[in-house]
């Protein structure tokens, strides 16, 4: 019997090829890098956040409305399934007070070894250096060009991943390839990507973090996108969870509104920078605004909304606090674009869900040709969703081969 061949040593394809074997099936791993996982080894700043601890409902909603396509994937394989695997393999993990899932040595290095080793104790046969060029799908059978020989194979998994970051070696191959066997493509994006912005007093702020404010994306002719989170200022703009959350939506150049305040309403705020002020007394008004803005960010702020700082507290009265609870309440930054796919964490857009069954991750057009992980038209948000998405659709895909491929016995699809 043909194997299965799994295109791309990732986590899904990690996975996929493990379960596959573990299945029964002989299984052969393609990848293009001269080692696996190179993007795996990069997650959560070299710590790999692999899960989270929230519900399946919960989780799918981090989908950014894709989600309902990953249940049947997750109800194979979620979290607990997920660290059971990863802890037979020799890696435990622990959580975070953010619900974050990460391997108790905080080491990527020690995940990616676990998802080797699952593979390796199934007869995995891994083959790096193996660039696949081309897909041809034959009546019972695929023939797989790498840039070293042609593979024929049973069933194909394919597991290439996204087209963002791609110095990992995600370089959108699976997106040509997918379309060469007649599937269509949404077309790919960065997303959870830090924005660039036109300010240039910005740049000196880098580093600052800003916990929990309110963001509003403005686009031209579209609806405003609203986010709340921790923002953090970077030397080319804006980065943090609300933005990166924020980054898939944007299409060109867009505005920033971002409160700094969003617990209390304008009237609330200004109330509260006057009675600021009338403690104040002599001091200068910049130095009355600490309880409402850090420190670096006084200077900077003010200036761009054209506020005279240096004006005396005792000084100021109700019109100052207004204009000062409007600057905090809608700071305001041009954005000129992402950081772009070099730098973005995840591709949205991908292989059109519509054309994949959910409950098996095959083809409806290409019989015996499987999908998991980032190629598919799915994006999740920071916070261990997108490494449990690769890994519970490259479990789902890795069994559902191997039954339909061994379920015929004799059928050398
Ligand atoms: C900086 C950064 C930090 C991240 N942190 C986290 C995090 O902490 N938690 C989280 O959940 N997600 C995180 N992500 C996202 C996560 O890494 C990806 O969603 C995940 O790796 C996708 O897994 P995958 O197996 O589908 O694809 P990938 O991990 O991209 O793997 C695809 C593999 O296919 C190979 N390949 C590509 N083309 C070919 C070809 N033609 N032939 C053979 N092989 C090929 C590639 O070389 C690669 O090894 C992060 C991403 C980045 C960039």
Not at 19 to 26: F, P, W
Not at 159 to 187: C, E, F, K, N, W
Not at 228 to 248: E, N, Q, Y
Not at 359 to 383: H, I, M, N, Q, R
């Amino acid at each position: 019997m043909l194997p299965i061949v799994v295109i791309g040593a990732g986590p899904a394809g990690l996975l996929a090829a493990g379960r596959a074997a573990e299945c029964g099936a002989q299984v052969r791993l393609l990848e293009k890098n001269h080692q696996p996982g190179r993007k795996l080894l990069i997650t959560g700043a070299g710590r790999c956040n692999i899960t989270s601890a929230v519900d399946r409902d919960t989780f799918v909603a981090q989908f950014f409305g894709q989600g309902r396509f990953l249940y049947p994937a997750l109800q194979t394989m979620y979290r607990e399934e997920l660290l059971d695997l990863l802890a037979r393999a020799g890696v435990h993990c622990q959580v975070d007070h953010q619900g974050k899932y990460f391997p108790i040595t905080n080491q990527s290095g020690d995940v990616l070894a676990a998802m080797l080793r699952y593979g390796q104790r199934q007869g995995v046969h891994l083959a790096t250096d193996s660039a696949v060029s081309s897909i041809v799908k034959k009546p019972d059978h695929f023939e797989i060009t790498t840039s070293q020989k042609t593979v024929l194979a049973g069933a194909v998994i394919l597991t290439t991943g996204g087209m963002t970051y791609p110095v990992t070696g995600s370089t959108g191959d699976g997106y040509r390839l997918a379309a060469q066997l007649g599937h269509s493509i949404v077309p790919p994006r960065p997303a959870l990507a830090p924005l660039i912005t036109e300010q240039s007093y910005v740049r000196d702020l880098a580093g600052l973090s800003l916990p929990d404010v309110e963001v509003r994306l403005v686009q031209p002719g579209q609806k405003p996108v609203i986010q709340r989170g921790d923002l953090l200022l970077t030397h080319k703009g804006v980065s943090g969870p609300v933005i990166l959350r924020l980054s898939r939506e944007l299409k060109g150049t867009a505005s920033l509104h971002i409160n700094l305040q969003p617990a209390m309403t304008r009237p609330e705020l200004a109330s509260a920078i006057l009675e600021r002020f009338a403690q104040g007394g002599r001091q200068h008004i910049k130095n009355c605004l600490h309880d409402f803005l850090p420190h670096r960010l006084v200077s900077p702020l003010l200036t761009a909304a054209g506020i005279e700082m240096d004006r005396l507290a005792a000084q100021a009265g109700r019109r100052t606090a207004e204009q000062i609870a409007q600057a905090i309440s809608d700071w305001t930054l041009s954005v000129t674009g992402t950081q772009g796919v070099h730098i973005a964490m995840v591709t949205a857009g991908g292989v059109t869900l519509r054309e994949i069954n959910p409950a098996t991750l095959e083809s409806k057009l290409v019989p015996g040709l499987y999908f998991a992980g980032e190629v598919l038209d799915l994006d999740g948000d920071t916070g261990g969703f997108n490494l449990q998405a690769a890994c519970s659709t490259g479990y789902l895909a890795g069994q559902s081969a191997a039954a339909a491929l061994l379920g015929n016995p004799g059928n050398n699809r």
